[in-house]
């Protein structure tokens, strides 16, 4: 088929594939990339084109499974309103544990002793330096890296103790 007979034919197709993909639901966006998907297809086709009985009839039947295939592509929407998919907050039970986890936190930092507690909030809470600590607990740099070495220590092995118990090792 040449390329004028082609187009000829195309001019024709276009519409009733327009039509077709717009049965099928695709937005106006979606049943243009159709349209032009199928005429894509039939020019890749053109040699073969003559072997048919119906250049419409086959227009229509690609248009038809690539608007399907584009619906498959999409996410559903439900009938109801109501999202498919959750917000991504956490389901009861997580935020239950990591309540509990919070808890747990909380009592194994009270029970550092001050100093190790003092310089542990000093870093990880409020971001200081071991100058800075140093500084503002009178104490030297390597004393601070000491204390700290030991807090973070105490509360690996706590964690460790409760993975353990809890029937999970780390």
Known sequence: MEQNDFENIAAAIRAKVLG?????????????????????KLWAMRDELDRFRSVEALAVSIAAHLSVSALRRQRPVPLDGRPLITDGSPGPDTRLEMAENEQWLSRKLARLPSSEYQVLHLRQVECKTNGEIAAIMGIAVSSVATLLCRARQRLLEDIRKRKIINGRHL
């Open 20 to 40: 077709v993909a717009r049965h099928y639901g695709l937005s106006e966006e979606e049943a243009e990339d159709a349209a032009q998907d199928t005429m894509l």
